[in-house]
Structure formats: structure tokens, C-alpha cells
């Protein structure tokens, strides 16, 4: 079944442009340097309904922002990597879509680990709490993710890596997989990714970071996993697009917000 992978956004935590930065990549005139926080939407025309699906991985803080230039008119499902502030403090505003689905085939399903359920509980304590009155809250239901969940014939397996001490996940969904937010990807992992044909890495920077891959880190994995196309996203102001790009293999990339990408699921 044929799909797209589109990049919502390729930023980190700060974004880029980062507020009070006036190195060379922040004052680019690049459209491709403008990063928001990570983010990908995964979208394709179920065989059954003839209808457009559509999964959206993690809803940072700009993620009303990137669902209109997108133009994203519904959810169907949403995957949590893990609940740090620049992957899940847009999951208000799935509000207005969640209304519409809510009328057509319930809440929309939230899938995230339990300990990421905890703190999206708590964060949003108005929207989850069984004692909240909130009229316009989120018509969303949190369901505890399992080694493999299926949204509407398109199956979605999680893929354990770690971002520092903290175990979180990745995500298989047919020949492409997305992991952002890794410093190590354990060996039972690397198996799983194994006959992947896209590949998404976060690449944070060349400099080391104790929960953040380097380029030259997610090139070697890329290597190893051996896909015919890496894009690399969760990417900071040291890695300008152009310059960056040249030093690259041909079958490796900076993507770009807004960048889609054909695949299979």
C-alpha cells in the first residue's frame, strides 16, 4: 500500500531559527533552514473506504501551525516518542479535528507508553481528568502502545531506542521507519529495522550531546541499517542544509519541513 512521509518539522526542542541566535544558519535566507520542533505525518488512500488516512507522530508546540500548511483536515490516530515539552505540548490543538471525528467514529486515539500517558495525563489534567467539565476539550482517548498497533491496514511497530538515560520509541510502519531523539539504538532494535528502504535518524549536530545523536553517529547507523534513501531530522542551528548536504553520501540527507517522501506500508 502506497503512502506518503511527510516532515512536519526538523528542528529541535528550540527550533530554528532559536530565539536570541544570530549565527549564519539562523539568519539564513534559506527556507530549508527554518526548523520547527520534530514532527511527521504519515498519510494514505485506504483501499476499503477510498478514503484519505491520516497518523500524525508526536504534537509539539507547533503543531497547529504545521497541521495548516500541511493541511491536515483530520487525524485518524497520533504516536508519542516520548512526552519532553517539544512532542507533545500541541496535543491541545487537535481540538477542532478531534470534534469532527469524534461525530464520525469516536475520540481520536492517542498511542504512547505509559509513562508518557502519566505526564499527558497531568499536563492536560483538563482534558484526561474524569472530573473535568471542560466543555471544548479534546475529544481524544489515550491507549497504551503495544509492540505493534494497526490504523486502518496500516501497521505501526514500535522500535525501543534511547534518548539519554530514557528508553523511548521509534516507529516501523511498512518499508520506512522514523526515530528522532536517539543516542543509541540497541542491537534487538537494529534487527527490527532490518529490509527498511527510508530511514529517518535524528542528527542533532557534530558536536557530542549526551542524549542526542551526532551526524557522524546516525550516518554510521544508517550504514549499518543499510536503507536506499536517510533523512535526517531533529536537526540544530549547527547544521545549515545546503553546506551540510554537500558533505553527505548521495542516498543521505538533511530533510526539510515540509519535505514528502514516498513509501510503502
Known amino acids: 500500500m502506497q503512502a506518503t512521509l511527510t516532515f512536519l518539522g526538523t528542528g529541535t526542542s528550540m527550533g530554528v531559527p532559536t530565539l536570541g541566535c544570530a549565527c549564519a544558519v539562523c539568519t539564513s535566507t534559506d527556507p530549508r533552514d527554518c526548523r520547527l520542533r520534530p514532527s511527521v505525518l504519515v498519510s494514505w488512500n485506504d483501499p476499503e473506504t477510498q478514503s484519505q488516512r491520516t497518523v500524525v507522530i508526536d504534537t509539539g508546540p507547533d503543531f497547529r501551525e504545521q497541521a495548516l500548511r500541511a493541511g491536515i483536515a483530520h487525524v485518524d490516530a497520533v504516536f508519542y516518542t516520548h512526552a519532553h515539552a517539544d512532542h507533545v505540548l500541541g496535543m491541545d490543538d487537535l481540538r477542532p479535528v478531534s470534534f469532527t471525528a469524534a461525530k464520525k467514529s469516536g475520540p481520536i486515539p492517542l498511542y504512547a507508553s505509559l509513562d508518557t500517558i502519566a505526564i499527558l495525563m497531568r499536563i492536560f489534567d483538563y482534558t484526561f481528568s474524569p472530573d473535568a467539565t471542560y466543555i471544548n476539550r479534546a475529544r481524544v482517548e489515550l491507549k497504551s502502545l503495544a509492540a505493534h498497533t494497526s490504523v486502518h491496514g496500516a501497521d505501526?511497530?514500535?522500535?525501543?531506542?534511547?534518548?539519554?538515560?530514557?528508553?523511548?520509541?521509534?516507529?516501523?510502519?511498512?518499508?520506512?521507519?522514523?526515530?528522532?531523539?536517539?543516542?543509541?539504538?540497541p542491537e534487538p532494535s537494529l534487527e527490527l529495522l532490518k529490509g527498511v528502504d527510508v530511514l529517518v535518524l535524528s542528527a542533532l549536530r557534530h558536536k557530542p550531546h549526551p542524549s542526542h545523536a551526532t551526524l557522524e553517529q546516525a550516518l554510521e547507523w544508517a550504514r549499518k541499517i543499510g536503507a536506499r534513501q536517510t533523512w535526517f531530522t531533529h536537526i540544530s542551528h549547527d547544521l545549515g542544509h545546503q553546506e551540510t548536504n554537500r558533505t553527505l553520501p548521495e542516498n543521505a540527507r538533511l530533510a526539510w519541513d515540509g519535505l514528502s517522501v514516498p513509501v510503502t506500508l
Open 156 to 185: 505501526f511497530m514500535r522500535i525501543p531506542v534511547m534518548h539519554g538515560d530514557l528508553e523511548i520509541s521509534g516507529f516501523r510502519f511498512g518499508s520506512a521507519a522514523y526515530l528522532t531523539d536517539v543516542s543509541a539504538i
